[in-house]
């Protein structure tokens, strides 16, 4: 017999997964499975066993809940952000792009005051025109943005008919990205709910 409070204390607390947790109680994932059964446990759905996978220590985030009238502004700065300039068309991942590192900054700052978002997880990935110089963009947007230049990727583009002449900034049009499907469901329901306050 398994103990409700150990299977509960691996599975659950820990987030092992079965076989993990068979493992652990050297045991078959058949007996865990039985057990978590006879106990009434609900096991995780494919989706939320990735999740837990990729993310063993916990979301990497942490919404804050009591906001200043500044954050109020932020929060709501972010959010208008996301709609007029950010991607929904990933599930997974939020993607916002400019070219204006104002405009960026002041998504991070969201990012990372608002959502709590882990520095790790904020990335930059940037489209550059072919003869300008990768290094120096790198530098110039780790700086203006205060992203270390391990969390930048540079892509040259290839379209053979753009033009030198037509190009908007020499450190090419960044694209913010943090993957995590949880945040990303909850930026899509706080703007619905702030554009139906308004709508």
Known sequence: MLEKKILQNSYYDKKLSMVDTAKLLNVTPATVAYWMKRHGFKRRSISESVYVK??????PFNIKTQLTERDRELFISGLMLYWAEGSR???HVIQLANLDHRMLSLFI???RKICGVKEEKLTLNIQLYR???RETTKNYWSRALGIPKRFIAVNIHSDIRSKFKNQWSKYGIVRIEVRNVKLKQWIDVALEKYLCEWV
């Not at 990729?54 to 979301?59: A, E, F, K, R, T």
């Open 54 to 59: 990729q993310n063993p220590s916990g979301n």
């Open 89 to 91: 068309r990933n599930k």
């Open 109 to 111: 700052e969201f990012l």
């Open 131 to 133: 003869k300008f110089n």
